[in-house]
């Protein structure tokens, strides 16, 4: 659990000066705002060892990330709920956990490997585009998205930043050697054809959401 610790405090120390720098030149100022820029960089600190497939970090990681799916799942609900059967409203969000609990996190396990591609450059902004994406769908102004996107990325960079330097530990505190296949947690590719097609075409299809559906007030952080 050391390492552990170790990316939530680093990560904490990053969403902190981050925060402290986005209210002082006044980029947001609505502390709601600011607590979730706070919140989605710590998270993001630990995300890429959602591969790690084992101990209490792991089912952290993947609780997390199990329970936004139904959070998710709910608010569409929610948003499309015009009465009727209320038991769909229940049944689907709790039918997305199970399904992303256990099938997901089955085939996630089977065909993943710790400090794969989700240690990787393009994974960093795979999770920058998510944030900004998922942001502008929940309305937030363009600028708020952008900079929950660098948050995200700063987060995740976080945790690269200190598997680097501790390359030879896992989460959970314990020694590891990674396969030198798999490459640094700075890398652009690995030894997998696969994994790689998989994560550029990922890249590729939320840049081209991203700059489809926002355009960023570039002017309003000179």
């Given amino acids: 659990m050391a390492m552990f610790r170790g990316h939530i405090a680093f990560g904490a120390m990053v969403a902190t000066v981050g925060t402290t720098l986005v209210f002082s030149y006044a980029y947001l100022t609505d502390f709601r705002l600011l607590a979730l820029l706070f919140f989605i960089t710590v998270i993001m600190s630990f995300w890429p060892d959602l591969d790690s497939d084992s101990g209490l970090p792991f089912h952290l990681i993947y609780g997390t990330f199990t329970v936004a799916v139904s959070g998710i799942a ?7 709920y015009t ?22 996190g089955y085939l996630f396990k089977k065909l993943t490997h710790h400090r794969g591609m989700f240690h990787s450059l393009p994974a960093a902004a795979i999770a920058g585009l998510a944030t900004l994406l998922i942001a502008q769908h929940l309305e937030h102004s363009n600028t708020a998205a952008f900079i929950f996107a660098i948050g995200a990325i700063a987060g995740y960079l976080s945790h690269l930043v200190l598997d680097v330097i501790y390359d030879d530990m896992t989460m959970d505190g314990k020694y590891f050697l990674p396969r030198p296949s798999l ?18 075409l ?7 959401f991203a700059l489809s559906a926002i ?8």
């Fill in 74 to 80: 709910l608010y569409f609900m929610l948003q499309n």
């Fill in 183 to 200: 490459g640094g947690a700075m890398k652009l590719f690995s030894s997998s054809g696969s994994a790689n097609l998989f994560t550029y």
């Fill in 202 to 208: 990922l890249l590729g299809g939320l840049l081209y």
């Fill in 215 to 222: 355009t960023v007030p570039f002017s309003s952080f000179v």
């Fill in 83 to 104: 009465g009727g059967d209320w038991r769909y409203l229940v049944g689907i969000p709790v039918g997305a956990m199970l399904f992303t609990w256990i099938i997901v």
